[in-house]
């Protein structure tokens, strides 16, 4: 996780810095804005492919970002670390005489990269995040069982969102994420190439509140002629 978190920072990094050097041989200057913020909300979740439907498990989702963007603020990368809580929930349905009901709980770390670009005072944006599980559960009826065996240790997937202020340094954001690959492990046996094939994944709508601390850094490059 330690090797992850470092390399992830040192690429929205890099990346920026390359971005940034063709305004620098074009205007004479380059400039890159450093800021951070924390957030926090709520994540719906449900798990496609466990024979359930629906957003009905609800979760936390906690984190903290930090921002590097042009000068211009038109684009910029961030670089989040989040602690979400996905899963899926079977709701009993009376009405077909079906009582019994069940949860699983997915809790995450997830390190996401995001590219956004500005659009007035509103900012759209896609990337993708690698999580990493940290529970595995499944309550039914009262008895917890452990679903850990079954699943992957890591969940890679994409993510897009909006944001719109609320003040100078709030905000509110919404997105929606999928993963990738599956979330259960291959069968014994089964070909390379299946492994790509969705037959488990978490798919999540978000919707919370965030907070800029104050105005951002700045790191100006010069030309030296």
């Known amino acids: 996780m330690r ?3 470092v390399l992830t920072l040192a690429l929205a990094i890099v990346t920026g810095l390359i971005s940034g050097s063709s305004s620098l041989f074009a205007q004479g200057e380059a400039r890159l804005n450093f800021g951070a913020g924390v957030m926090a909300g709520f994540a719906a979740s449900q ?7 629906g957003f009905n498990k609800l ?7 930090i921002d590097v963007r ?6 910029g990368i961030r670089l989040e670390m989040r602690y979400i809580q996905k899963g899926s929930r079977k709701p009993a349905n009376a009405d077909n005489g079906d009582y019994t009901t069940w949860v699983k709980h997915l809790d995450y770390v997830e390190i996401p990269v995001l590219f956004d670009l500005n659009l007035g005072r509103y900012q759209v944006g896609a990337g993708l995040y690698g999580g990493r599980l940290l529970r595995a559960e499944e309550n039914s009826g009262g ?5 850990s065996e079954n699943l992957r240790l890591w969940d890679i997937g994409g993510l897009w969102y909006g944001r719109m202020p609320l003040s100078d340094h709030a905000f ?9 690959l599956s979330l259960d492990k291959p069968a014994d ?3 390379p190439g299946s492994q790509l094939r969705s037959r488990l994944q978490n798919i999540v709508a978000q919707l919370g509140v ?9 790191v100006r490059y010069e030309l030296p002629f």
């Open 3 to 5: 090797r992850l978190v």
């Open 47 to 53: 798990v496609h492919g466990d024979a359930t439907a």
């Open 59 to 65: 979760g936390l989702d906690l984190g903290s970002f």
């Open 70 to 75: 042009r000068s211009n603020n038109f684009w």
């Open 143 to 147: 008895a917890i069982s452990d679903i």
């Open 172 to 180: 509110l954001q919404m997105r929606m994420s999928s993963s990738i």
């Open 189 to 191: 046996g089964a070909l």
């Open 210 to 218: 965030g907070w800029n601390f104050g105005v951002p850094a700045t």
